[in-house]
């Protein structure tokens, strides 16, 4: 297809739609038709965004592999593995803009979801009963414990409000006003995963891991900013209700209500 100034429009005649990501231009990250959904978990950026989310799981169970394990080692284990899913849900669905793309990623999406925070869920009852057993009264003492709290209200929050908009929409009044929460559900996203990043970066200051696992504060807190320096550039600001002006990148960005 031919643009107004007569030069063909690339990406549409890749399939790649007209969204524009944050960084990069249109189509640099969006799904092509006809691809698999798997791509687009490697998509663009994604690639620096898996780099970041494997090698913070990879230290966290690596320090606690190398160490006794205890009743309490499953707290990490199951919270990095259940983080590493929620940001393959998220980059799973970014570069999807036609219809079937999007139903087909809105199912992967819940169902990283669903494996993620069951594994989030299960890590804390593990950091419950562990602090029942071992008799500690002071509940959400930390940065780290106040941080997770609030991750794991944002997060049920997110699942709640994703499940609903999406497959229960009689409760919002109806498809169209369902679809006008959409926005606030994907800027709820970005940030409940750059708490979840925060809240790993925070259990580096606790006792047990500075005593016991002395795992490197500088190594989860880069490996935290490159998941985030993979997953960022990627946001289109369509999506989220913004656009720029102008044809190019260089525009202001402009609220569309
Ligand atoms: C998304 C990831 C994580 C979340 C949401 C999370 C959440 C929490 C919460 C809510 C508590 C407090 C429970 C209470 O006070 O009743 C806690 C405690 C704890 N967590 Fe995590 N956690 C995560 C990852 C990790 C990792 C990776 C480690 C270790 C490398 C860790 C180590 C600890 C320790 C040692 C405690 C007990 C000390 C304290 O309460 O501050 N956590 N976590």
Redesign the pocket.
């Known amino acids: 297809m031919a643009s107004a100034t007569g030069i063909p429009d690339v990406n549409n005649l890749r399939g790649t739609g007209e969204d524009e990501p944050l960084l990069g231009r249109r189509g640099d990250a969006s799904q092509q038709d006809g691809t698999s959904l798997l791509w687009n978990l490697y998509l663009g950026t994604a690639a620096v965004a898996q780099a970041g989310i494997w090698v913070l799981a990879a230290i966290?169970w690596g320090?606690i592999f190398s160490h006794d394990l205890i009743f309490m080692s499953a707290?990490?284990l199951l919270?990095?593995a259940?983080?590493l899913l929620v940001v393959q849900a998220a980059l799973v669905l970014q570069p999807t803009h036609t219809p079937e793309q999007k139903r087909a990623g809105t199912i992967a999406h819940a169902i990283f979801h669903f494996f993620g925070v069951s594994a989030?869920t299960s890590?804390?009852v593990i950091?419950?009963i562990n602090?029942a057993r071992s008799g500690h009264r002071a509940?959400?003492?930390?940065a780290?414990?106040r941080l997770?709290?609030i991750?794991?209200i944002l997060i049920y929050a997110q699942v709640f409000v994703g499940f609903t908009q999406y497959w229960v929409q009689s409760i919002y009044g109806g498809e169209e006003k369902a679809k006008k929460i959409w926005k606030y559900h994907r800027v709820g996203g970005y940030i409940t995963a750059t708490l979840?990043l925060a809240?790993?970066c925070a259990?580096t200051w606790?006792t047990?891991?500075v005593n016991v696992?002395s795992?490197q504060k500088w190594a989860v807190i880069l490996a935290s900013v490159i998941t985030l320096v993979g997953v960022v550039p990627r946001i289109k600001l369509q999506k989220l209700g913004l656009r720029r002006d102008g044809e190019n990148s260089e525009g202001r960005i402009r609220l569309d209500l």
């Open positions: 966290v320090s707290h990490p919270n990095s259940g983080l989030l890590g804390l950091i419950e602090k509940e959400f003492a930390s780290h414990a997770g709290l991750f794991y979840g809240t790993v259990a606790t047990y891991v696992l795992t």
